[in-house]
């Protein structure tokens, strides 16, 4: 079964920066697209940013392009998320996920970490 567990949550100012890392165990990290998903104050969860097995391909949401960067590290079972600028509409639970190439379903989730940007 495959665990991931994020961290690098916490509170920060408008303007700051953070960095979320999720590790993942128990599978073939190297065969997942990763994601990162945010889930806002009495919102509905979104997806932030993806990222391909090969980590040559990456997607973002419109409102994130330029400010966030996924990235990976195969060799370490860790994906990334840099957040710069952070706004207090970034406030959120933030979660990683994992889609096997066998699949078209997020099939596995971590427990989220929380993000909360002060103005």
């Known amino acids: 079964q495959v665990q991931l567990v994020e961290s690098g949550g916490g509170l920060v100012q408008a303007g700051g920066s953070l960095r979320l890392s999720c590790a993942a165990s128990g599978g073939t990290f190297s065969s997942y697209s990763m994601a990162w998903f945010r889930q806002p104050p009495g919102k509905e969860r979104e997806i932030v940013a993806q990222?391909?097995?090969?980590?040559?391909?990456?997607y973002y949401a419109d409102s994130m392009k330029g400010r966030f960067t996924i990235s990976r590290d195969n060799a370490k079972n860790t994906v990334f998320l840099q957040m710069n600028n952070l706004k207090p509409d970034d406030t959120a639970v933030y979660y990683c996920a994992a889609n096997r190439p066998d699949s078209t379903l997020w099939n596995y989730w971590g427990q989220g970490t929380q993000v909360t940007v002060s103005s």
């Open positions: 990222i391909r097995r090969n980590g040559l391909i990456t």
